[in-house]
């Protein structure tokens, strides 16, 4: 869970150097999230997902809009 907007940003920064698309999401409760997408198909969300989890980031998971 992320608190500090500084720290989300940076995180954010990171997936887009990366080629992901990211963006920070408001903040809930003083939480902040990292979010990456939107993408046309599950199936690629999902497979980004697996990714990123497999690069160290913690429960990464896909919602549908």
Known sequence: KIT??????????????KGYPAFVANPARGLYRVRVGPFAKRAEAEQIAGRLAREGYSSPSVQAR
């Open 4 to 17: 500090d907007f500084g720290l989300a940003k940076s995180l954010s920064s990171d997936h887009k150097t």
